[in-house]
T-cell receptor, first 117, second 116 residues
Framework: NAGVTQTPKFQVLKTGQSMTLQCAQD?????MSWYRQDPGMGLRLIHY???????DQGEVPNGYNVSRSTTEDFPLRLLSAAPSQTSVYFC????????????????FGPGTRLTVL | AQKVTQAQTEISVVEKEDVTLDCVYE???????LFWYKQPPSGELVFLIR??????QNEISGRYSWNFQKSTSSFNFTITASQVVDSAVYFC?????????????FGAGTRLFVKA
């Protein structure tokens, strides 16, 4: 099992450019999420999905779009990159236990370091 | 509203010292889970432990131990006889039943330096 994979590992964008961060998992997990990690702020939830076709916003969704067409993939789109989106982005997935996600740990991808100039 | 506070931004210890990382949480929910994750210098996030709100038993795993106290809303993590390999950022996190566990909240993290 590859677990959770993310591409690219590093990316530099110019302000106003768009791009998609890719995330895939092979654990058949229904729940997937995107976080951004900034110094002194921990991980903040951007968007999450509880299954194909179902997505919802987290704490900091502005400037990001997501879609979930398959169980395996959960891409994150930056529509018009801004310097404030310079961060490390983590994708995570989570399985069900007794029909709930609540008590299960998240499995994280290796992260994407994004710099917006 | 849910909140996780890790007041210690950085801690520096010498190898073999014991160290405790503090985690204080806020929630109005009666059913919730608390987690600890480790982020070593390589950058990946690794799950360490979970504890549900109905289980206040302390847990020990090798040199690691966790103290959950609902009375003080704390879930502290102690490393006994620290080693250089323990150097990492440690995150405490909270998932509430009222959000279905969909919105896990992380603390800001504590960076631990263990010097040889």
């Amino acid at each position: 099992n590859a677990g959770v994979t993310q591409t690219p590992k590093f990316q530099v964008l110019k302000t106003g450019q768009s791009m998609t961060l890719q995330c895939a998992q092979d654990m058949n997990h229904e729940y997937m999420s995107w976080y951004r990690q900034d110094p002194g702020m921990g991980l903040r939830l951007i968007h999450y999905s509880v299954g194909a076709g179902i997505t919802d916003q987290g704490e900091v969704p502005n400037g990001y779009n997501v879609s979930r067409s398959t169980t395996e993939d959960f891409p994150l789109r930056l529509l018009s990159a801004a310097p404030s989106q310079t961060s490390v982005y983590f994708c995570a997935s989570r399985g069900l236990q007794d029909g709930l996600f609540l008590g299960n740990e998240q499995f994280f991808g290796p992260g994407t370091r994004l710099t917006v100039l | 509203a849910q909140k996780v506070t890790q007041a210690q931004t950085e801690i520096s210890v010498v190898e073999k010292e014991d160290v405790t990382l503090d985690c204080v949480y806020e929630t109005r929910d009666t059913t919730y889970y608390l987690f600890w994750y480790k982020q070593p210098p390589s950058g990946e996030l690794v799950f360490l432990i979970r504890r549900n709100s109905f289980d206040e038993q302390n847990e020990i795993s090798g040199r690691y131990s966790w103290n959950f106290q609902k009375s003080t809303s704390s879930f502290n993590f102690t490393i006994t006889a620290s080693q250089v390999v323990d150097s990492a950022v440690y995150f405490c996190a909270l998932s509430e039943a009222q959000t279905g566990g969909f919105k896990t909240i992380f603390g800001a993290g504590t960076r631990l330096f263990v010097k040889a």
